[in-house]
């Protein structure tokens, strides 16, 4: 054995290193990326449980606007925003999410849902 490999397999001090130090121990990758999943599955789920917390003011469309909000952002953002945005304002903001941020709202809901915003939530 060459004394480069003797080296690789013994390290500096000429003791042997265990077989594969990489795939023993709490810090390999698998672990690791299997603690990170659940550390955001934990975060996830403890963030989707506070957002039933906030609950949008009853009327027309109510179920529509939660249904189209809920899978990018909690609801508190429709009340934070209520005294900022007009009908026009809610228009826009309803397309920029659909256009900038890829929210999956159908154009045909978009009247529905700025109707609802503008009313119970407009300035």
């Excluded at 390999?28 to 949008?56: N, Y």
């Excluded at 179920?63 to 809610?90: A, E, I, T």
């Amino acid at each position: 054995m060459s004394p480069h490999r003797q080296f690789l397999k013994h390290g500096a001090a000429g003791v042997a290193a265990p077989a594969d130090s990489r795939a023993s121990g709490p810090t390999t990758p698998q672990s690791m990326r299997a603690i990170w999943i659940l550390a955001l599955v934990a975060l996830t789920s403890a963030a989707r449980a506070d957002e039933t917390k906030v609950l949008l003011k009853d009327g027309p469309n109510r179920d529509l606007v939660m249904r189209s909000c809920l899978p990018c952002h909690s609801l508190d953002y429709v009340p934070l925003n209520s005294r900022f945005l007009d009908q026009k304002g809610w228009e826009a903001t309803v397309n920029k999410m659909i256009n900038a941020f890829g929210a999956q709202i159908n154009k045909e809901d978009v009247p529905a849902i700025v109707e609802y915003l503008a009313k119970y939530y407009g300035k």
